[in-house]
């Protein structure tokens, strides 16, 4: 697990909380692993290579297992096979229908949703707390497994990466190579990216395809916009969306341009369930966890 240990010295700052670094034995490990990423790095030097499908999956466990180090799901299971239930669903209306997808709620309060590459989705307990609704829930999903069907995530790692190889004149960068910046080309980026977000066209892409996947999975074409207008009425400064606000454009500008790609196509699904009474017995599931 070449990825996990790779990206076990990402520091996640914001919601997410702090994760420890790579000392002692499992730093030890993970130098010797090194040698295993260097097909994948080979690839990020030359940028215009893609990573292969088993290396992006993988990634992204990496990714999943140090956010999950921070918040770990919430322990229940009957609350993260609904999510899943939800979620695969969405994620099978997608042009990727066959990665491994991985849906999971996580023990915080903040309100957020966090896509990695390969196909691992984690919404909030703060943001199932928010959602009304599982069409609502569906068009958060949908928004996250856009980003992992445009591979927003990996294709910005590998950019900052093949940046950070560039900037460090990275002569050993090279397969075959062992060293320290070949590892620091990929974990800088990784952990801005959960810190600091992705661009806003690839944040206001993934809430077009959400939208289509969402109504394509046979729910309410309405239910993101909604929790965007939830999440608009939601003040600025409030502690549990400061990463969320940090890390994606405004919600009210989101919507202003949800509603002008919707315009009127979506009007003839306006019938589409929204599935309230069966998400709301996952959330109260959820709250009655957290009480115990
Ligand atoms: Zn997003």
């Known amino acids: 697990m070449n990825a996990r240990l790779l990206l076990c010295a990402v520091v996640l700052v914001g919601a997410v909380g702090i994760v420890a670094g790579c000392a002692g034995p499992q730093g030890q490990a993970f130098?010797?692993?090194?040698?295993?990423?260097?097909?994948?790095?080979?690839?990020?030097?030359?940028?215009?290579?893609?990573?292969?499908?088993?290396?992006?999956?993988?990634?992204g466990e990496g990714i999943t297992e140090t956010l999950l180090g921070a918040r770990p799901m919430v322990n229940d299971p009957e609350v993260q096979r609904y999510v899943n239930f939800v979620g695969a669903w969405v994620a099978a209306q997608s042009d990727r229908p066959n990665l491994p997808w991985h849906f999971a709620v996580n023990d915080s309060d903040h309100v957020n949703a966090f896509a990695a590459p390969g196909g691992y989705i984690i919404v909030t307990k703060g943001m199932m707390n928010l959602l009304q609704n599982e069409a609502e829930l569906a068009g958060v999903l949908g928004h996250e497994i856009g980003h992992v069907v445009r591979k927003h995530h990996l294709n910005a790692i590998r950019k900052g990466a093949y940046m950070n190889l560039?900037?460090?004149?990275?002569?050993?960068?090279?397969?075959?190579?062992?060293?320290?910046?070949?590892?620091?080309?990929?974990?800088?980026?990784?952990?801005?990216?959960?810190?600091?977000?992705?661009?806003?066209?690839?944040?206001?892409?993934?809430?077009?395809?959400g939208v289509v996947l969402a109504t394509r999975a046979g729910y309410d074409p309405w239910g993101l916009a909604?929790?965007?207008?939830?999440?608009?009425?939601?003040?600025?400064?409030?502690?549990?969306?400061?990463?969320?606000?940090?890390?994606?454009?405004?919600?009210?500008?989101?919507?202003?341009?949800?509603?002008?790609?919707?315009?009127?196509?979506?009007?003839?699904?306006?019938?589409?369930?929204?599935?309230?009474?069966?998400f709301q017995r996952a959330v109260a599931k959820i709250r009655m966890v957290a009480a115990n």
């Open 31 to 59: 130098m010797d692993n090194i040698g295993g990423v260097e097909g994948l790095m080979k690839n990020i030097k030359q940028a215009t290579g893609t990573i292969q499908e088993p290396e992006e999956i993988e990634m």
């Open 166 to 209: 560039l900037g460090a004149g990275a002569a050993g960068a090279t397969a075959g190579s062992r060293g320290g910046e070949l590892v620091n080309a990929l974990v800088g980026p990784t952990k801005e990216l959960y810190s600091r977000g992705l661009d806003k066209d690839d944040e206001f892409d993934a809430d077009r395809i």
């Open 226 to 278: 909604a929790a965007l207008q939830t999440l608009a009425k939601i003040k600025a400064d409030d502690k549990y969306m400061a990463l969320l606000f940090k890390t994606h454009p405004n919600p009210s500008d989101r919507l202003d341009k949800l509603g002008t790609a919707m315009g009127t196509t979506f009007d003839r699904f306006n019938d589409r369930p929204q599935n309230a009474d069966r």
